[in-house]
């Protein structure tokens, strides 16, 4: 069994920051990649960013130069911070981390950036 579990979501005035937290635990032995993907009303799931093998990152174009994914490798959490956020930002914000035995996800954390 393994938990994916995001946290750090919340209500945030446009240009301001959020950090989110994506913690794994379980029947981990190592992990692949860890990604942050989000879905905003009435769109598809997106990719936002990824960080591959402990040490590759890649984004989304959205995300380059605002977003910033990073890892801590002794707690299987990899968190993204949030900056410069807009309105087209809001979305549930979802996690997935790819193992060995499967992809799993999280439930999600709803990130609101106002006007």
């Known amino acids: 069994q393994v938990q994916v579990v995001e946290s750090g979501g919340g209500l945030v005035q446009a240009g301001g920051s959020l950090r989110l937290s994506c913690a794994a635990s379980?029947?981990?032995?190592?992990?692949?990649?860890m990604a942050w993907y989000r879905q905003g009303p009435g769109k598809q799931r997106e990719l936002v960013a990824t960080?591959?093998?402990?040490?590759?990152?890649r984004y989304a174009n959205f995300a380059k130069d605002r977003f910033t994914i990073y890892k801590d490798n002794a707690k299987n959490t990899v968190y993204l911070q949030m900056n410069s956020l807009k309105p087209e930002d809001t979305a549930v914000y979802y996690c997935?981390?790819?193992?060995?035995?499967?992809?799993?996800w999280g439930q999600g954390t709803q990130v609101t950036v106002s006007s």
């Open positions: 997935n981390v790819q193992l060995y035995s499967g992809t799993f």
């Open positions: 960080f591959i093998s402990g040490r590759t990152t």
């Open positions: 379980g029947s981990i032995f190592s992990i692949d990649t």
